[in-house]
T-cell receptor, first 116, second 116 residues
Framework: AQKITQTQPGMFVQEKEAVTLDCTYDTSDQSYGLFWYKQPSSGEMIFLIYQGSYDEQNATEGRYSLNFQKARKSANLVISASQLGDSAMYFCAMREGTSSARQLTFGSGTQLTVLP | EAGVVQSPRYKIIEKKQPVAFWCNPISGHNTLYWYRQNLGQGPELLIRYENEEAVDDSQLPKDRFSAERLKGVDSTLKIQPAELGDSAVYLC??????????????FGPGTRLTVL
């Protein structure tokens, strides 16, 4: 089974509007971390925001916020006031706390296009 | 602080040729990761180093892929011989010691390999 599922291959949003990128995850661990990365066409993975499984408050970082619904196992990224520079691939990833690998498991990504 | 450095950024080779990628992690980061990212997908871990030791190489195709991190700093990933299906972006990432479940990895810009 997929551990990270991103069901939106592509999304369009008008400049200055908000957009939500979906992410659902699957784990039996109680301790885990959820991450969002942005990958522009240049290729580098840029860390945006994280949410710990025990965090009671939704994470926020500037225009990025994470809508964490633990019971539904979802961790959607909300980008407010979209800018043209937000056009990129966005990846949701998870690290499971009991995994000795400490590796990140990524979803397949969502291509976001911000329209002027 | 300098980020993760990778070279070359782009490489085009013919099948059956060898190729090597180089990575210099962030200073002080003892954990180094090599990921492969196929077109339209998220990165997948190939190998993880803790200092000089390869502690997770279960996803590395050992018949043609090899990696080394001789002094626990720089790392080289090699493919010999390359196949058409090896065309992908190869990402290097690093993380500091005592990584908590909510700590992120830091990625380099990647090497985009095209095998003709």
């Amino acid at each position: 089974a997929q551990k990270i599922t991103q069901t939106q291959p592509g999304m369009f949003v008008q400049e200055k509007e908000a957009v939500t990128l979906d992410c659902t995850y699957d784990t039996s661990d109680q301790s885990y971390g959820l991450f969002w990365y942005k990958q522009p066409s240049s290729g580098e993975m840029i860390f945006l925001i994280y949410q710990g499984s025990y965090d009671e408050q939704n994470a926020t970082e500037g225009r990025y916020s994470l809508n964490f619904q633990k019971a539904r196992k979802s961790a959607n990224l909300v980008i407010s006031a979209s800018q043209l520079g937000d056009s990129a691939m966005y990846f949701c990833a998870m690290r499971e706390g009991t995994s000795s690998a400490r590796q990140l498991t990524f979803g397949s990504g969502t291509q976001l296009t911000v329209l002027p | 602080e300098a980020g993760v450095v990778q070279s070359p950024r782009y490489k085009i080779i013919e099948k059956k040729q060898p190729v090597a990628f180089w990575c210099n992690p962030i200073s002080g980061h003892n954990t180094l990761y090599w990921y492969r990212q196929n077109l339209g997908q998220g990165p997948e871990l190939l190998i993880r180093y803790e200092n000089e030791e390869a502690v997770d190489d279960s996803q590395l195709p050992k018949d043609r892929f090899s990696a080394e991190r001789l002094k626990g700093v720089d790392s080289t990933l090699k493919i010999q011989p390359a196949e058409l299906g090896d065309s992908a972006v190869y990402l290097c990432a690093s993380s500091p010691p005592m990584l908590a479940v909510t700590d992120t990895q830091y990625f380099g810009p990647g090497t985009r390999l095209t095998v003709l």
